[in-house]
């Protein structure tokens, strides 16, 4: 049985990883080990991946509920559908989501094997998928090795690693038991899902995760328009309103980093204007029903009378109704970076930048 000072040690080395405070269960075992012991530990207290996973997993069951199994079916769906698209390049899922392993931000890791990269990123493009390609290189046994990752930002996040297609019948290791990785091809990965939900219709759940909107996508879509959007010399200096909405942004970020209903109503609040400059509120909240969260839409649909609360025009039953709400004070603080971001020549976020900040808060 694990000593007491072992059970420790991966308990807070699991806290660490679940935070995604490290990420790599090496560094979160060392970190764990100097909190817990403040000099030299035994290796036999220091304990395995195994045991901190199995940890992770404790806390992603208590923290997360009912939900989280709600949440591993979705994307098991998910994977086997960008599976199907990636067909032709041999994927095999790895990973949480074919283990059972996840928690709140987990990505869907699949390898796929192609000599071009290009033959990758071109199918992804040609489905209009948002990705974002990264190279890393990796020292290990004295030898050096490029790793070519695709990360495609979609209602799930998903890790796609490309190997040459020669190594399609290696298989590597598991850094958290030693033994061969956990993988699966397409023809294994239907079995097992007919298995694991014996009374699901795959047929019909991968078509639903296809259908599945990705709300990240439809805020880019109504953002990138508002760059032709120009506004008056008079109220708006700084220029267009794509411009200006991150410059809102970016104020919204330095008060409130952490509150991603408050950034989106940064970032959206001005949508409606590529749609009709006359009413944009009720243009932007038309647009964004169903995607954003009751406060976020009272904050972008009240956004325009705070101004009037500012300068004291508003009439004394619409103010006492906006005090009444509890997120007063955050329409006001959205009011302040409203007026502040209007400034001209200074640099900001790019939307796919904003986005993804949005995004790693929800997912986290």
């Keep these: 049985m694990p000593s007491k000072l072992r059970r420790q040690i991966a308990w807070q080395a699991a806290l660490l990883m679940y ?13 764990a080990a100097r909190r817990v012991v403040k000099g030299w530990v035994k290796p036999a207290d220091l304990p395995s991946n195994a045991e ?6 404790s806390f992603a069951r208590t923290l997360e509920g009912a939900d989280r199994d709600q949440q591993l079916r979705e994307m098991r769906m998910a994977a086997l559908h960008l599976m199907q698209r990636v067909e032709a390049f041999h994927p095999r899922l790895i990973g949480s989501v074919l283990t059972g392993h996840i928690r709140r931000g987990s990505d869907v890791d699949i390898h796929l094997f192609a000599n ?13 998928m948002d990705y974002e390609v990264e190279r890393k290189r990796i020292r290990k046994a004295d ?46 990965y239907r079995q097992f899902l007919a298995a694991a939900y014996p009374d699901a219709d795959l047929e019909a759940e991968v078509q639903e995760a296809e259908m599945a909107v990705d709300r990240y996508q439809v805020f880019r879509s109504l953002l990138l328009p508002l760059e032709t959007v120009d506004q ?7 220029g267009d309103a794509l411009y200006h909405s991150l410059q809102v942004f970016d104020l919204a970020v330095d008060r409130l980093p952490y509150d991603e209903e408050f950034l989106l109503a940064a970032l959206l609040h ?11 509120v009720t243009a932007g909240l038309e647009a964004l029903e169903g995607l954003i969260t009751p ?10 009378l705070a101004h009037q609360v500012r300068d004291r025009s508003i009439g004394f039953r619409a103010r006492k109704r906006l005090e009444a709400s509890e997120d007063f004070d955050d329409l006001m603080l959205l009011n302040e970076c409203d007026r502040l971001g209007r400034r001209q020549g200074v640099q900001t ?16």
């Design 349 to 364: 976020s790019d939307a796919d930048d904003a986005l993804a900040y949005i995004r790693d808060l929800d997912q986290s």
């Design 232 to 238: 008056s010399p008079v109220y708006h200096p700084e």
């Design 295 to 304: 406060r976020t839409t009272w904050l972008i649909e009240n956004h325009m």
């Design 143 to 188: 030898q050096t090795r490029l790793y070519q990752h695709v990360h495609v930002r979609d209602r799930f996040s998903f890790e796609l690693t490309v190997y040459p297609l020669r190594d399609r019948l290696i298989v590597p290791k598991s850094s958290i038991t030693g033994k061969a990785i956990e993988r699966a091809t397409l023809p294994q």
């Design 270 to 280: 001005d949508v409606g204007k590529a749609i009709d400059q006359y009413d944009h």
């Design 116 to 128: 071009q990269l290009t033959a990758v990123t071109g199918l992804l493009d040609f489905h209009g």
């Design 19 to 31: 935070r995604r405070e490290e990420t790599e269960y090496y560094h979160a075992k060392m970190k």
């Design 52 to 57: 901190i996973r199995d940890e992770i997993q």
